[in-house]
């Protein structure tokens, strides 16, 4: 099969559209995709750097989520056979790829309506978001919700989900074309951090403070996160795209206010929230209230540029990887 393999970590060359990659062997619990379409994430940015926190072994194929149909599955799977329309979240690896194969738990049925396109854009970022306000922030109606990157893939769906739950939204990017996205996605507020000092402007516009900051920054942010944060508020964090965040105990006291880490694999073993989230997103999006939006699809072949565009901050919404894409 044709595959993106990483044989070292590093810049954009070491993504190498490799012919004749071995197809993985299917496990009793695993299902085998033929990919249609894969997402892009930031995360694989980091894994193809060499940045990622957990250290994943190279040689790799890059690529954790798609979306596609069932080719094969081993012999304890119930859930699943071939034919059926699916999306897949693959850990650190795997989707750049014409197959992926991934233990049946990573694997998210489709409704009939949602399109393979649409589905390679779902699982990994909207249920993260999920997962991020839902599980960790137990987000309530009335709350302020400060949303950092809030034009990428994690972001919008954020913004969206915030807004759904009742809740007043502010978002932070870096220019006025990705604002204006924000503000089309239904961000109340977007302020501009190269041109102002985020946690004053916070303070401006409500003037408590936000009850939760979701932050995929990191390090740069802390000190305005302290600043927007109000009394008994929780940030937090789930990527770290500036590098590690660092928080004073004493200034988090200062506030009584919380931090917390949010990963999206913690929920996949909790299947009873796991399929909530699931259940409600899909929802959602059939019912275009959580719109994903696709900003640029590219062949397999020009997967060095897609990572430049991510790597870049130049990419807005969610970027995908056509595969197979003649699939329906
Ligand atoms: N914890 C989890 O389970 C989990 C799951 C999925 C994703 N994530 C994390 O969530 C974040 C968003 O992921 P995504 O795939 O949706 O990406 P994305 O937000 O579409 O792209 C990354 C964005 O981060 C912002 N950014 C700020 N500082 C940056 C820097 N130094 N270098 C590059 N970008 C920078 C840029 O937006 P602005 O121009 O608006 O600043 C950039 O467009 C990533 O950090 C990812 O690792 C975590």
Same mark, same amino acid.
């Given at each position: 099969?044709?595959?993106?393999v ?25 299902? /085998? ?5 894969? !997402?892009?994430? %930031?995360?694989?940015?980091? $894994? =193809?750097? @060499? *940045? ?71 699982? /990994? ?5 999920? !997962?991020?306000? %839902?599980?960790?922030?137990? $987000? =309530?109606? @009335? *709350? ?42 239904g ?30 920054v ?9 600043r927007?944060?109000?009394?008994f ?44 989230a ?25 997967v ?20 197979n894409?003649?699939?329906?």
């Amino acid at each position: 099969m044709r595959a993106v393999v990483v044989e070292t970590p590093g810049e954009l060359e070491q993504l190498k559209l490799t012919q004749n990659v071995e197809m993985p062997t299917v496990g009793e619990n695993d299902v /085998l995709v033929r990919i249609a379409y894969a !997402g892009l994430n %930031f995360m694989e940015v980091l $894994i =193809r750097r @060499g *940045d990622y926190l957990r250290n994943p072994k190279y040689p790799l194929i890059l690529g954790s989520e798609a979306s596609g149909i069932v080719e094969q599955v081993g012999a304890n799977v119930k859930d699943f056979k071939p034919g059926d329309r699916v999306a897949v979240l693959s850990g650190d690896r795997g989707c750049y790829a014409e197959y992926v194969c991934v233990d049946e738990t990573h694997v998210v049925p489709i409704p009939a309506e949602m399109e393979l396109r649409t589905a390679a854009a779902y699982p /990994l970022q909207v249920l993260t978001a999920w !997962g991020i306000l %839902f599980a960790s922030a137990r $987000i =309530r109606e @009335g *709350d302020w919700v400060l949303v950092h990157a809030c034009a990428g893939g994690v972001g919008l769906a954020l913004v969206q989900m915030a807004r759904i739950a009742g809740c007043q939204v502010i978002g932070t990017t870096s220019s006025e074309d990705k604002a204006a996205l924000a503000r089309e996605m239904g961000c109340h507020h977007v302020i501009n951090y190269t041109q102002q000092d985020f946690g004053r402007e916070v303070r401006k516009i409500v003037p408590e403070g936000v009850n939760i900051i979701c932050d995929s920054v990191g390090k740069v942010n802390v000190i305005g996160n302290l600043r927007s944060i109000a009394n008994f508020g929780l940030i937090v964090v789930f990527g770290y795209a500036s590098g590690e965040p660092k928080y004073d105990e004493k200034l988090l006291w200062g506030r009584s206010c919380g931090i917390t880490m949010n990963g999206l694999y913690h929920l996949v073993p909790h299947r009873t929230e796991f399929n909530r989230a699931v259940r409600e997103t899909t929802q959602w999006i059939l019912e275009g209230r959580l719109n994903l939006h696709i900003g640029q699809e590219y062949d397999l072949a020009d997967v060095q540029e897609a990572h430049r565009q991510l790597e870049g901050r130049q990419s807005q919404g969610k970027l995908l990887l056509r595969i197979n894409s003649e699939l329906k």
